[in-house]
Antibody, heavy 119, light 110 residues
Framework: EVQLVESGGGLVKPGGSLRLSCAASGFTFSSYSMNWVRQAPGKGLEWVSS????????YYADSVKGRFTISRDNAKNSLYLQMNSLRAEDTAVYYC????????????WGQGTLVTVSS | QSALTQPASVSGSPGQSITISCTGT?????????VSWYQQHPGKAPKLMIYDVSNRPSGVSNRFSGSKSGNTASLTISGLQAEDEADYYC??????????FGGGTKLTVL
């Protein structure tokens, strides 16, 4: 069974940093691209970042470029999102989502981790 | 990176059919056959319902279908059931190699 479990969310002050993790199991992690998608309270989905299976291709939404860094460790079946210079508008539930290599859709999602940026 | 345009809400009675539209540009929806649709119940993670415009993943009811014409994609749900009440989001690949979502549509089953 495919499982994606996010962790690392919490309350952080504006300007602070946080590192999210996503633990994957039930599939060959190294064969899939992975993404972070976020959802602000009561709002819609927003794509944040994408990383290919071998980390060769990395993309960021303009709203986070230069502040967030996506990475993965295929040996540990884990995906990460390092978030720096956090702003109030980064407050959201952050989901990790699997994307079949060469495809453009998210076929499995984690349950999300809440990040709250507030003083 | 503007969000794709979806109606804020749609509604229908059990057994009826409804269609949710998703309008983009030639740089996203109109330029690629990479439109997908997601269903999200309150407090839950999104679930893939349609990918590559009109393909259904294994396990998704055939009451769900997708199509595209020009810069507008559509999700049709036939034989509406109470369990279909949820938020629905479209997504597309973009010319910048990004992914973009629609603003979401709340489906109410009357």
């Amino acid at each position: 069974e495919v499982q994606l479990v996010e962790s690392g969310g919490g309350l952080v002050k504006p300007g602070g940093s946080l590192r999210l993790s996503c633990a994957a199991s039930g599939f060959t992690f190294s064969s899939y691209s992975m993404n972070w998608v976020r959802q602000a309270p009561g709002k819609g989905l927003e794509w944040v970042s994408s990383i290919s299976s071998s980390s060769s291709y990395i993309y960021y939404a303009d709203s986070v470029k230069g502040r967030f860094t996506i990475s993965r460790d295929n040996a540990k079946n884990s995906l990460y999102l390092q978030m720096n210079s956090l702003r109030a508008e980064d407050t959201a539930v952050y989901y990790c989502a699997r994307e079949p290599e060469g495809a453009i859709h998210f076929d499995y999602w984690g349950q999300g981790t809440l990040v709250t940026v507030s003083s | 990176q503007s969000a794709l345009t979806q109606p804020a809400s749609v509604s229908g009675s059990p057994g009826q059919s409804i269609t949710i539209s998703c309008t983009g540009t030639s740089s996203d929806v109109g330029g690629y056959n990479y439109v997908s649709w997601y269903q999200q119940h309150p407090g839950k993670a999104p679930k893939l319902m349609i990918y590559d415009v009109s393909n259904r993943p294994s396990g998704v009811s055939n009451r769900f279908s997708g199509s595209k014409s020009g810069n507008t994609a559509s999700l049709t749900i036939s034989g509406l059931q109470a369990e279909d009440e949820a938020d629905y989001y479209c997504s597309s690949y973009t010319s910048s190699s990004f992914r973009v979502f629609g603003g979401g549509t709340k489906l109410t089953v009357l």
